[in-house]
């Protein structure tokens, strides 16, 4: 089993920046791929950013590409999203994701419960 859980959420006003943290305990080293989704009030879970846990291999949602950075720490255990230019529009539910394989959606088996990320206009 692979606990996450996601830390750093809140609120910003536009064109601002956030981190936010998703800490993986237990068989972590089961792990192939780890990553973020998100979630607005009436919408779809859509895919934000991956990263291979051994390193590289990173991709965004068209979306997000030029603004946000993902990356991991494995000392430490912990995925990274670092949100800068932040718009309305980013405002969700951020949930960290991780699949035993190469490819992380909504499938992936294991879960965080999310962090809420509010922009303001």
């Known amino acids: 089993q692979v606990q996450l859980v996601e830390s750093g959420g809140g609120s910003v006003q536009a064109g601002g920046s956030l981190r936010i943290s998703c800490a993986a305990s237990?068989?972590?080293?089961?792990?192939?791929?780890i990553g973020w989704f998100r979630q607005a009030p009436g919408k779809e879970r859509q895919f934000v950013a991956a990263?291979?846990?051994?390193?590289?291999?990173?991709n965004y949602g068209d979306s997000v590409k030029t603004r946000f950075t993902i990356s991991r720490d494995n000392t430490k255990n912990t995925v990274t999203l670092q949100m800068n230019s932040l718009k309305p529009e980013d405002t969700a539910v951020y949930y960290c994701?991780?699949?035993?394989?190469?490819?992380?959606?909504?499938?992936?088996?294991?879960w965080g419960k999310g962090t809420l990320v509010t922009v303001s206009p």
């Open positions: 990263i291979n846990w051994g390193g590289g291999a990173t």
């Open positions: 237990g068989r972590t080293s089961s792990v192939y791929r």
């Open positions: 994701a991780a699949s035993l394989g190469e490819i992380i959606n909504l499938n992936s088996r294991y």
